[in-house]
């Protein structure tokens, strides 16, 4: 089983349609859980953190965390076409470990 | 702009030859990790480090591939006898301090094509 694990996608949504990203991780203990944004060739960047259930609002981001589910996901609102990435997620325990990323497409 | 700076970005060696990568972690960070990344795979975690301390390497590959963090200077990632197989991107982040909830801030990144 993978420590964190991702949907690669592609997953494609129209411009304007909220985009839902998931993540689920196998370390009960994990205390710290991150988004990041990866451009084509370009350096992670990071979006959201989150550290207790529930969900944690930034602009057009929500993350959502349930850690009884081990689960985390990332929602995006009034999706853009500058939002085409690849969305990694992170999970921090001693050591931060990321999924294998979503690749999102924003068609206009 | 006092992010975390890696050179070089690209760096070309043939098999067989050293590559040194360098990471100057943001301004007041004193952790420092390093990530290898495949073409169209995630971040796979290498190695963590404090200054003159290694805290956790089990993502290095046991052999041919070490990394530093001296007091003074960079940190430093070095793979001896570079083969194919090692031509990835690098990407070194840094981060405040070992709480897990620090986030960590990524450099640019060296792309190592070994020919």
């Known amino acids: 089983q993978k420590e964190v694990e991702q949907n690669s996608g592609p997953l494609s949504v129209p411009e304007g349609a909220i985009a839902s990203l998931n993540c689920t991780y196998s370390d009960r203990v994990s205390q710290s859980f991150f988004w990041y944004r990866q451009y084509s060739g370009k350096s992670p960047e990071l979006i959201m953190s989150i550290y207790s259930n529930g969900d944690k609002e930034d602009g057009r981001f929500t993350a959502q965390l349930n850690k009884a589910s081990q689960y985390v996901s990332l929602l995006i609102r009034d999706s853009q076409p500058s939002d085409s990435a690849t969305y990694l997620c992170?999970?921090?325990?001693?050591?931060?470990?990321f999924g294998t990323g979503t690749k999102l497409q924003v068609i206009p | 702009n006092a992010g975390v700076m890696q050179n070089p970005r690209h760096l070309v060696r043939r098999r067989g030859q050293e590559a040194r990568l360098r990471c100057s972690p943001m301004?007041?960070?004193?952790?420092v990790y390093w990530y290898r990344q495949l073409p169209e795979e995630g971040l796979k975690f290498m190695v963590y480090l404090q200054k003159e301390n290694i805290i956790d390497e089990s993502g290095m590959p046991k052999e041919r591939f070490s990394a530093e963090f001296p007091k003074e200077g960079p940190s430093i990632l070095r793979i001896q006898q570079v083969v194919r197989g090692d031509s990835a991107a690098y990407f070194c982040a840094s981060s405040t301090d070992r709480s897990v909830n620090s986030p960590l801030h990524f450099g640019n990144g060296t792309r190592l094509t070994v020919t």
């Open positions: 992170a999970v921090s325990r001693q050591k931060v470990t």
């Open positions: 301004k007041g960070h004193s952790h």
